[in-house]
């Protein structure tokens, strides 16, 4: 491992104990930069940057990766999910679940067990990035062992940011 590189975390552990081959990524993070900074940052398209948004359908956490081009529509996924309302978590609360520090939540060794649903084109590229469990490091591994890991409901509830 690079210099450079953070030490494991609790996400990279879970991909090191189910034989998971990753590539590992640092990028300078900013905090207002999300995916776009991100992916010029590692020069990859930003479609292929899968992000871990922590949401609460009537008050209870739940985890969507959705690419990093794109947002998740609320309206969609609480028709699926049979939820009356689906809210964005706070930041104490999405630390609080995740045990990780807003900016660098990964979906993988999560403090807290949560369902999650996974945008289902996603599995349509061949290599995907997501957040390794620290700002500014990022995983590059095969979306497919996101699925053997984390086991997510596949959903279409992408849509275009700003619409």
Known sequence: MAENM???TA???VLRAAGIEHS???YAFEETG???LCAQELNIDEHAIVKTIVLEADGKPFIVLMH???RAST???AGIIGARSITPCSTDNAEQYTGYQFGGISPFGTRSEMPIYMEETILNLRKVYINGGRRGYMIGMDPYDIVKILHPV???VGAARGT
């Open 24 to 26: 590992e990524h640092v």
């Open 154 to 156: 596949n959903v279409k």
């Open 11 to 13: 996400a990279v552990e």
């Open 68 to 70: 990093g081009d794109m």
């Open 75 to 77: 309206k969609e996924l």
């Open 6 to 8: 953070p030490s494991a």
């Open 34 to 36: 999300g995916t776009a």
